[in-house]
């Protein structure tokens, strides 16, 4: 396969900036969050309200199968019922 000289100092470049990324200092990473904290119902509810925003803003097909006010109306029940605060504990 024949690549040109400026497709391998791309290349190069690549290669060279993942390499400085992974060798950079993880020491204050944590890797396993505190699995045993309890998350209140405001924190799961505001945590489902972001997901709702960025789902409406962002995802290119989310009206495709369902109209605008059948998936509001899917949002709206899932945050007002119950379950919704229990399947997330």
Request: charged residues 20%; positive net charge; aromatic residues 16%.
């Amino acid at each position: 396969m024949y690549f040109n000289n400026n497709c391998m100092k791309r290349l190069f470049f690549f290669v060279g900036t993942v390499f400085l990324l992974s060798c950079s200092d993880n020491k204050n990473v944590v890797i396993y969050p505190d699995i045993h904290y309890k998350y209140g119902k405001e924190e799961l509810l505001e945590d489902f309200t972001v997901l709702r925003t960025a789902l409406e803003e962002a995802h290119p097909g989310i009206y495709r199968y369902k109209s605008k006010s059948k998936i509001n109306a899917l949002f709206d029940s899932l945050f007002s019922s119950s379950c919704c605060v229990q399947i997330l504990i």
